[in-house]
């Protein structure tokens, strides 16, 4: 959304690609997931007396939306990128086959993974778990508004204190809200370390791929 209220913003768009791209470049192997709260809150239409099914139905085609204005960015940018959905849309959309994902990524390209799981019940969030540890990736980063994890929401506690560093268990029982508890137990079932920093610091990204200690890391 960028600054808007609703939507897409392009610019937006711009300024993370270029980031990502850059990483991607030097020959980190990247998948993005992406969701779709800036065109549609499936939760939000749920507690309004919509079926979750069908709301979450809508949230996961909202987000292939998002992946072609990522793709379509990204490609204006100079990059190879493949959208791969796990709804079947496939005159807009590669189905998602976990060996396709494998295969784009080894040649260099980057993977969007569109449609979160599939599944309704199931938040972007676990898509991007599961998809990690499908492709068995290194690290699962998650991009947020804030510095990392705070024992408190930073927003309306002036002494939140971040964590640098936090297990999956200790995230699961004080509640924490980092990501919902499958995608968390998930990371932890997998030993999937999970780091997550803010996006909106320029740069941010390249350090946390590098290694810089930025953002919160989650593991045994
Ligand atoms: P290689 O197998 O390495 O050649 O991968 P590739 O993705 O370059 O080749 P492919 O011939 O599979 O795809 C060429 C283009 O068509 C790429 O932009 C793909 O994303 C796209 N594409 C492939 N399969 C589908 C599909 O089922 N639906 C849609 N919409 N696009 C597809």
């Known amino acids: ?34 969701g779709a709260g800036n065109i549609f809150r499936g939760f939000q239409a749920s507690a309004q007396g919509m079926d979750r099914t069908s709301a979450d139905h809508m949230g996961m085609v909202a987000t292939v939306i998002n992946c072609l204005a990522i793709q379509n960015i990204m490609e204006k940018m100079g990059a190879q990128v493949r959208v791969l959905s796990a709804l079947e849309i496939k005159e807009v959309a590669e189905p998602y086959i976990q060996r396709k994902a494998m295969r784009h990524l080894e040649k260099g390209r980057i993977v969007i993974f569109a449609s979160g799981t599939g599944n309704p019940y199931f938040t972007t969030d676990t898509a991007a778990v599961l998809r990690a540890v499908e492709i068995k990736a290194d690290v699962v980063i998650k991009a947020t508004k804030v510095d990392g994890v705070y024992d408190k929401d930073p927003a309306k506690f002036t002494d939140a204190r971040m964590y640098q560093r936090i297990s999956y268990t200790e995230v699961l029982s004080q509640y924490l809200k980092v990501m919902d508890s499958t995608a968390i137990s998930m990371c932890r079932d997998n030993a999937l370390p999970l780091i997550v920093f803010n996006l909106f610091k320029q740069g941010n990204i390249k350090r946390v791929v590098m290694g810089d200690p930025v953002g919160t890391l989650v593991e045994e």
């Open 1 to 34: 959304m960028g600054n808007r209220p609703y939507g897409i913003d392009p610019e937006m768009i711009r300024e993370i690609s270029a980031e990502i791209i850059d990483v991607a470049s030097q020959g980190v192997q990247f998948g993005i997931v992406v």
